[in-house]
Antibody, heavy 121, light 110 residues
Framework: EVQLVESGGGLVQPGGSLKLSCAAS????????MSWGRQAPGKGLEWVAN????????YYVDSVKGRFTISRDNTKNSLYLQMNSLRAEDTAVYYC??????????????WGQGTLVTVSS | QSVLTQPPSVSAAPGQKVIISCSGS????????VSWYQQLPGTAPKLLIY???ERPSGIPDRFSGSKSGTSATLGITGLQTGDEADYYC???????????FGTGTKVTVL
């Protein structure tokens, strides 16, 4: 069974840092692009970042550029999101997701259960 | 704010049909395939439609998708109470070099 399990969320003060992890199982992790998305309380989905299979390409949403860093360790089947200079507006449930191509389109399947990050003093 | 626009909510009686629209531009829907995601209350999103109109294994054929120009639609027929959820369209935006989700639509079964 393909499974993604996030961890590392919690309460952090504005300006602080947090590192999220996503443990993957049930598929060949090193063969897939991976992504992070988030959802603020009561709000819609927002894509945050993605990373190529070998880590050589990374893309970010404008609102986190220069503050967040996506990375991966294919030997540990793990995806990471280092979040620095956190702001109140970064408060959200953070999901990791596998990018899956059935044909030509980019899709996210599956998603993890999410981990809550709260930025507050 | 999202570059893909959806109606905030749609509703219909059990057994009826709803259609959800997703409006974008040439940099996203116009030149890239669209996916649709279902998010049941309190759960993670789930892929419903890929490549504009295809269903992953296990998704019933009550769900359908289409795309024309810079817009896409999701249709749900034979509406069931279990379909009450938030639905999001999504695609890559070539100008932003980022994936973008729609604003989301809440489906209510009356």
């Amino acid at each position: 069974e393909v499974q993604l399990v996030e961890s590392g969320g919690g309460l952090v003060q504005p300006g602080g840092s947090l590192k999220l992890s996503c443990a993957a199982s049930g598929f060949t992790f090193s063969s897939f692009w991976m992504s992070w998305g988030r959802q603020a309380p009561g709000k819609g989905l927002e894509w945050v970042a993605n990373i190529k299979q070998d880590g050589s390409e990374k893309y970010y949403v404008d609102s986190v550029k220069g503050r967040f860093t996506i990375s991966r360790d294919n030997t540990k089947n793990s995806l990471y999101l280092q979040m620095n200079s956190l702001r109140a507006e970064d408060t959200a449930v953070y999901y990791c997701a596998r990018e899956y191509y059935y044909g030509s389109g980019r899709n996210y399947n599956p998603w993890g259960q999410g981990t809550l990050v709260t930025v507050s003093s | 704010q999202s570059v893909l626009t959806q109606p905030p909510s749609v509703s219909a009686a059990p057994g009826q049909k709803v259609i959800i629209s997703c409006s974008g531009s040439s940099s996203n829907i116009g030149n890239n395939d669209v996916s649709w995601y279902q998010q049941l209350p309190g759960t993670a999103p789930k892929l419903l439609i890929y490549d504009n109109n295809e269903r992953p294994s296990g998704i019933p054929d009550r769900f359908s998708g289409s795309k024309s120009g810079t817009s896409a639609t999701l249709g749900i027929t034979g509406l069931q109470t279990g379909d009450e959820a938030d639905y999001y369209c999504g695609t890559w935006d070539s100008s932003l070099s980022a994936y973008v989700f729609g604003t989301g639509t809440k489906v209510t079964v009356l």
